[in-house]
């Protein structure tokens, strides 16, 4: 009788003193974040439902300053009345360019028995639930945070589909962590982490027939970047902080700030699989845009750059001339030059490609090292970004010579000092319209709302990883099924995808064109880099370099139209007037597909794509009738682009 009792009192909210507990619903009554404080302790405790299931069991709030501890002894001082919160924004990196968020809001206001004062203020969402945390108080001396109490309390029987966070100072010249890791899939919640070191952001589960991401946005430059923690007892994950070691300058990693502070949003997207796939949640919450994402100087598009398959003696002058004719040819706005073109290429000659690019209406883009003490990467320019004065001198240099963005490579982690670091880049660049893309970096939350400039990040065991080893090669189909569900879900990811013709050296690739050229829609970057070369794409028909040609740069929309994280993906996205449709198999098996198209169009036709039955592939005319659905049969590790025809 509880449940329809909160109905009929208030759609949105009840309290009931007997339970101390309060109840924010979404606007569709959907969704429930019940929140209470124990009787026992005065610990802050939260749980979510969804309809009649529960997602989260009874979970953990609250945080220990050094001067305060929040997660037990609090008194409840009072609670807010229910707000609808309305915000519209424009993305051009993401997965929608139009966006609304809506949300019922709360904010609870507690305290500790010494008087501290702590905000809770809740969001709930038609695709999910967010929380942070507020000190109200003034105050000049600083504070810092020593641990968050905050977990999500997954059902011992929901599986989980996540990355292990790697440890601190390990792999190729100490350049861990950077988010290059296989995806574990589909395993048992309370499984730890693999290596020892939690899991990263954003983390899937499945839950009966809920599906659930968690993430967290809006990190600004007085938090550090979390990640869930290794050990996780009872599917219990709780927020944990960077290793020491993830730092510069042996500054400390936890956050530090003076009152008033607010700490990142932790989210909670949930409902079907579509509704996550499709959820904003990510950039709904984050920090709005600097500066209009509609700048002249902030375009979005295409890349050519020889490194993936050619490596770092191929940055001359000469191969990179050709590669700028090579990114014209194909209608692309840019060309990167990446690692080791100050001694390779030379300042002198980068001038003269600058000013080549430009006859040639290409944007040049050129890789910087941000590395100091952090780790060990050798590849050159480094330092010239290392202090504010360094990166003045630098980017007056590089706006004269008409430079359109940099590449920015090997961070040190997620200490604070680092997120810092990304921030002042990030803001020392705006007034010169420098286009950013973090490399060996932390997922960027939610900072590409906040910072129209940044087009993307890497954050991903991406394509170069399948050209290093056979054994990435072999897992590519599967990994790259499972990334529009996590890595992808919310932040533009820079996998540099795209090799049709073959990998350097004795690799193999798994995949076919068809899986390639799908990949080119189902991930979303700002500037899209894409690895194949121009001998490469020389072997292509003339229809795949059509296809290239006319992919948008920017998505208006997008629908996930079926798949299963791992296994397939199928997406929709719409741009330019047009709705772009790909699918990949991250399986060894044949998979029929029969493809319910009516959400883009009630019938239609348009041109496929697709790998034949001979081991090749084909481009052909296809339509479905009103009402009526499209059969398609996904190769082993194959794949298929769908241009729909525009309405008429």
């Known amino acids: 009788m509880l449940a329809p009792l909160r109905l009929l009192l208030a759609?949105?909210?009840?309290?009931?003193?007997?339970?101390?507990?309060?109840?924010?619903?979404?606007?569709?009554?959907?969704?429930?974040?019940?929140?209470?404080?124990?009787?026992?302790?005065?610990?802050?405790?939260?749980?979510?439902r969804r309809g009649d299931e529960l997602i989260l069991r009874d979970s953990r709030l609250g945080l220990v300053r050094n001067d305060a501890d929040f997660t037990h002894g609090l008194t409840l001082l009072a609670s807010s009345a229910v707000d609808r919160v309305e915000d519209h924004y424009e993305l051009?990196?993401?997965?929608?360019?139009?966006?609304?968020?809506?949300?019922?809001?709360?904010?609870?206001?507690?305290?500790?028995?010494?008087?501290?004062?702590?905000?809770?203020?809740?969001?709930?969402?038609?695709?999910?639930?967010?929380?942070?945390?507020?000190?109200?108080?003034?105050?000049?001396?600083?504070?810092?945070?020593v641990e968050e109490a905050t977990s999500f309390h997954l059902p011992a029987d929901a599986k989980a589909w996540l990355q292990p966070m790697s440890v601190a100072k390990t792999g190729w010249k100490r350049t861990n962590p950077s988010y290059e890791e296989h995806y574990q899939r589909e395993i048992p919640v309370g499984t730890p982490s693999t290596l020892g070191a939690g899991w990263v952001f954003p983390a899937l589960f499945r839950t009966g027939d809920t599906w659930v991401a968690l993430s967290e946005t809006d990190v600004g430059p007085d938090y550090c970047g979390t990640r869930l923690r290794h050990e996780s007892p009872d599917g219990d994950y709780r927020i944990g902080f960077p290793?020491?070691?993830?730092?510069?300058?042996?500054?400390?990693?936890?956050?530090?700030?003076?009152?008033?502070?607010?700490?990142?949003?932790?989210?909670?997207?949930?409902?079907s699989l579509a509704t996550v796939a499709e959820s904003t949640l990510g950039t709904d919450l984050a920090a709005p845009a600097r500066t209009p994402p509609t700048a002249p100087e902030i375009q979005p598009g295409k890349a050519a750059w020889s490194w993936p398959l050619l490596?770092?003696?191929?940055?001359?002058?000469?191969?990179?001339?050709?590669?700028?004719?090579?990114?014209?040819?194909?209608?692309?706005?840019?060309?990167?030059?990446?690692?080791?073109?100050?001694?390779?290429?030379?300042?002198?000659?980068?001038?003269?490609?600058?000013?080549?690019?430009?006859?040639?209406?290409?944007?040049?883009?050129?890789?910087y090292n941000s590395n100091g003490d952090w780790n060990d990467a050798p590849q050159t320019p480094k330092d010239r970004l290392a202090t504010p004065a360094a990166r003045r001198a630098e980017f007056e240099r590089l706006r004269a010579l008409?430079?359109?963005?940099?590449?920015?490579?090997?961070?040190?982690?997620?200490?604070?000092?680092?997120?810092?670091?990304?921030?002042?880049?990030?803001?020392?660049?705006?007034?010169?319209?420098?286009?950013?893309?973090?490399?060996?970096?932390?997922?960027?939350?939610?900072?590409?709302?906040?910072?129209p400039h940044l087009m993307t990040a890497e954050a991903v065991k991406?394509?170069?990883?399948?050209?290093?080893?056979?054994?990435?090669?072999?897992?590519?189909?599967?990994?790259?099924?499972?990334?529009?569900?996590?890595?992808?879900?919310?932040?533009?990811?820079?996998?540099?995808?795209?090799?049709?013709?073959?990998?350097?050296?004795?690799?193999?690739?798994?995949?076919?064109?068809?899986?390639?050229l799908a990949l080119a829609v189902l991930f979303t970057s700002g500037i899209q880099h894409y690895a194949e070369i121009p001998a490469g794409m020389a072997k292509m028909p003339d229809y795949v370099r059509a296809f290239l040609r006319q992919v948008p740069s920017i998505w208006d929309d997008t629908k996930l139209i079926d798949g299963y994280p791992g296994k397939f993906a199928v997406l929709a996205r719409q741009g330019d007037g047009r709705w772009f449709v790909a699918g990949i198999n991250g399986e060894a098996t044949a998979r029929p597909l029969d493809l319910d198209l009516t959400r883009l169009a009630a019938a239609g036709r348009g041109t496929v794509i697709v790998d034949d039955a001979h081991g090749g592939y084909e481009s052909r005319r296809v339509a479905w009738p009103a009402g009526g659905r499209l059969p398609l049969t996904l190769a082993p590790h194959g794949g298929f682009v769908l241009v729909v025809d525009p309405a008429r």
């Not at 990693?253 to 009152?259: G, R």
């Open 92 to 145: 051009l990196t993401g997965k929608r360019r139009r966006n609304v968020y809506r949300a019922a809001r709360q904010v609870h206001h507690l305290a500790t028995a010494t008087g501290a004062k702590l905000d809770l203020e809740f969001r709930v969402s038609d695709d999910g639930v967010a929380f942070r945390y507020v000190f109200p108080e003034k105050s000049a001396a600083l504070r810092t945070i």
């Open 11 to 48: 759609p949105a909210l009840l309290f009931s003193s007997a339970l101390a507990a309060e109840v924010l619903r979404s606007p569709d009554g959907k969704i429930a974040v019940e929140f209470e404080l124990r009787a026992a302790d005065g610990a802050p405790v939260y749980r979510v």
């Open 402 to 451: 008409g430079i359109k963005g940099l590449k920015i490579d090997f961070f040190g982690g997620d200490g604070q000092p680092v997120m810092e670091l990304y921030h002042d880049l990030l803001r020392d660049a705006e007034p010169y319209g420098f286009l950013l893309n973090f490399h060996g970096a932390t997922l960027p939350r939610g900072w590409t709302r906040t910072y």
């Open 462 to 516: 991406g394509f170069e990883f399948v050209t290093f080893a056979q054994e990435n090669a072999d897992a590519q189909p599967a990994h790259c099924a499972l990334l529009p569900f996590t890595r992808n879900l919310f932040e533009p990811m820079d996998f540099t995808p795209l090799c049709l013709d073959r990998l350097p050296g004795r690799g193999v690739r798994r995949t076919t064109v068809p899986f390639e």
């Open 243 to 271: 290793d020491p070691r993830e730092t510069m300058h042996g500054r400390p990693v936890a956050p530090k700030s003076t009152l008033p502070w607010t700490t990142p949003w932790r989210l909670i997207a949930l409902g």
């Open 311 to 367: 490596g770092d003696g191929q940055t001359t002058y000469e191969v990179q001339k050709g590669f700028i004719d090579y990114a014209a040819a194909m209608g692309w706005a840019y060309c990167l030059i990446d690692s080791m073109w100050d001694q390779q290429i030379g300042d002198a000659k980068i001038q003269e490609l600058a000013a080549y690019a430009r006859t040639r209406h290409v944007g040049l883009l050129l890789w």
